[in-house]
C-alpha cells in the first residue's frame, strides 16, 4: 500500500500499463504519446516516447500478441500500436468518443463508446464488430460553454467472460455478460 517511486514529466498521463515484458508505459492525451517509464530515471527527467501522433488518447489494454489497442477520442477510432515498430494502424474509425478499452480472454477488444452508451466488441481476426451493450449512461457532457468534460468510461473485461463498464453519469459499475457471438 506504499507509493513505491514517483515520476514525472508526463503531459496529461491517462492511463498507465505494466505490459507482459515487465515495462510500465504511461499515456500521454497532451502530447499523444505512449512514454516509458523509467525506474532509474531522475524524477524530472523527461519520459522517453516509445510512440507518438494519437490523437487524444484515452486508453490502452495489451493484447496477447504484444500489441496495444488505444483508444483515440479526437479521431474516434480505435487503434492497434506496435511499441517494437512504432506503427500506429486504426483499426475501427467512427466511434462515438470511444473510452475505456480492454482485451478479453477471447481475444476480441471490448470498447466503451461514452458518447453513444454503447460498448462493442472489436474481433481483430476479422475486422468485425459486435455491439454488446447499448442504452449505457456514459459519454458525461461539458457544461455549456466550457471545456469538455474529462471523465473516463472505463472498460474491464474478467477472466469468466463478464465485463465491467464504469458510468460516469450515473456513478455506476455496469456488468455486462454478452451472450455467445
Known amino acids: ?14 492511463d498507465a500499463l505494466e505490459l507482459a515484458d515487465g515495462r510500465v508505459v504511461a499515456l500521454e492525451a497532451g502530447t499523444g504519446a505512449i512514454s516509458l517509464v523509467e525506474a532509474a530515471a531522475a524524477p524530472d527527467a523527461k519520459p522517453k516516447a516509445l510512440v507518438t501522433g ?4 484515452v486508453a490502452m489494454a495489451e493484447a496477447a500478441d504484444g500489441k496495444l489497442y488505444v483508444t483515440e477520442s479526437a479521431t474516434g477510432s480505435l487503434t ?6 512504432g506503427e500506429i494502424t486504426r483499426v ?3 466511434l462515438a468518443s470511444p473510452e475505456g478499452v480492454d482485451v478479453g480472454a477471447d481475444g476480441r477488444v471490448y470498447v466503451a463508446e461514452a458518447a453513444a452508451g454503447r460498448l462493442i466488441a472489436f474481433n481483430p481476426a476479422d475486422n468485425s464488430v459486435v ?4 442504452g449505457l449512461k456514459t459519454g458525461l457532457p461539458a457544461a455549456e460553454g466550457t471545456l469538455p468534460a474529462y471523465t473516463a468510461t472505463g472498460v ?3 477472466d469468466n467472460g463478464s465485463i465491467y ?7 455506476a459499475i455496469y456488468k455486462v455478460t454478452p451472450s455467445a457471438n
Do not use: C, M
Not at 500500500?1 to 491517462?14: K, L, S
Open 1 to 14: 500500500g506504499a507509493v513505491q517511486a514517483t515520476h514525472h514529466g508526463f503531459t496529461a498521463p491517462v
Open 54 to 57: 494519437l490523437g487524444f488518447p
Open 80 to 85: 492497434r500500436v506496435d511499441l517494437a515498430t
Open 92 to 94: 475501427k474509425d467512427g
Open 131 to 134: 455491439t454488446i451493450a447499448e
Open 156 to 158: 474491464a473485461v474478467s
Open 165 to 171: 463498464v464504469a458510468s460516469d453519469i450515473t456513478n
